[in-house]
């Protein structure tokens, strides 16, 4: 989602909600601890340059329960940090410490935010030299008469 995807739900809503895709919710009384721009600059694993540029947004709570952030109140926050920083249209991506602090993309349904997981790939797929894909093995589906492996078989 972009910074006017973001900024166009803000102003269809009355309540502000953050949930992830896999069902739990931010709770209510979260504050926006930062809002700004990142800019990256890296080497790929094909030797690359790229660059990114992203708008990120904090999302933390504590145990002040009566907080309640509004849209209009995020509005705000939005305009100032556009008018102070220069923030323009871009991608959003959102940080929230669940065990460790994770980096979310952006999406809205209904009437919520929807904190969708990110992950990490080869951004240089076409230059790679993986060429076999690791098979994917559930550990609910192996049963000691499935591994066949004895102590002393060198099998593990």
Known sequence: MKLSELISHLSSISELNFQF??????????????????RKDFI?????????EIVN???????????????????????????????????IEVEYQDKTI???NLDFVGDKFILQSKYTACLAEDQCVMTQTK??????????????????????
Do not use: M
């Open 21 to 38: 895709e896999y069902g739990n919710i931010v709770p209510s009384h979260f504050h926006i601890t930062e809002i700004g721009i990142i």
């Open 44 to 52: 790929d694993c094909a030797g690359k340059i790229r660059h990114e």
């Open 57 to 91: 947004f904090q999302l933390w709570f504590s145990n002040d329960y009566h907080h309640r952030l509004s849209p209009k109140k995020f509005l705000e926050i939005i305009t100032l940090s556009e008018q102070k920083l220069g923030i323009q249209d871009l991608e």
């Open 102 to 104: 994770g980096k979310y």
């Open 135 to 156: 098979p994917r093995i559930k550990i609910s589906d192996l049963t000691a008469n499935s591994i066949n492996c004895k102590p002393g078989s060198n099998c593990c």
